[in-house]
């Protein structure tokens, strides 16, 4: 069964507590009732747990790419020595 756009909506709503006090309490009855939308809903926390953990990972290799590029140059020997007396123990 292929889930519909507007349901795929209502739950990123629903996650994103973007809802009113109403239609949470109404998603949140169905959702008691449905084990469909109840299984959709698991599977859409996980596809943002994914979304969360790549962003992270990325982020991780973009900073050490920078720091690489920052403290590896000679011409900014300045520039490094000013980082490490502001992060010196």
Do not use: W
Request: charged residues 35%; glycine residues 2%.
């Amino acid at each position: 069964m292929r889930t519909s756009l507007n349901e795929i909506r209502t739950i990123e709503r629903y996650l994103q507590e973007k809802m009113t006090d109403e239609e949470k309490l109404s998603f949140e009855i169905e959702l008691s009732e449905n084990k469909v939308l109840q299984l959709h809903l698991g599977l859409q926390k996980k596809v943002y747990r994914l979304i969360d953990l790549y962003h992270r990972r990325f982020l991780k290799r973009e900073v050490a790419h920078i720091h690489h590029i920052i403290f590896s140059d000679p011409a900014k020997v300045k520039f490094q020595e000013s980082v490490r007396k502001i992060f010196k123990p």
